[in-house]
């Protein structure tokens, strides 16, 4: 799972689609998603880093990390 290479972020959470002209904004976990999503990380990566980083139920996010995926295919913001 890889961020499409022409998506542009931002620290505090804006993403730009240059493709389609699309922008949209993402709390702060949503922006430390993305960053891991630039760095290659596996989705089993993602959850032991937010659920170490964050006071979060790590059931919890799983779900929620798959709904966030499930947004940014929908967005086509991830290469295939």
Same mark, same amino acid.
């Given at each position: 799972?890889?961020?499409?290479?022409?998506?542009?972020? !931002?620290?505090?959470?804006?993403?730009?689609?240059?493709?389609?002209?699309? !922008?949209? !904004?993402?709390?702060?976990?949503?922006?430390?998603?993305?960053?891991?999503?630039?760095?290659?990380?596996?989705?089993?990566?993602?959850?032991? &880093?937010?659920?170490?980083?964050?006071?979060?139920?790590?059931?919890?996010?799983?779900?929620?990390?798959?709904?966030?995926?499930?947004?940014?295919?929908? &967005?086509?913001?991830?290469?295939?």
């Amino acid at each position: 799972m890889k961020l499409r290479k022409n998506i542009a972020t !931002s620290e505090a959470g804006f993403i730009f689609n240059p493709g389609t002209g699309d !922008s949209f !904004s993402v709390n702060i976990t949503g922006a430390e998603i993305l960053s891991l999503l630039k760095e290659n990380r596996t989705q089993a990566e993602i959850v032991e &880093y937010i659920s170490s980083r964050f006071d979060t139920d790590r059931t919890r996010f799983e779900k929620d990390l798959d709904d966030f995926v499930s947004q940014l295919h929908i &967005y086509n913001l991830l290469e295939k």
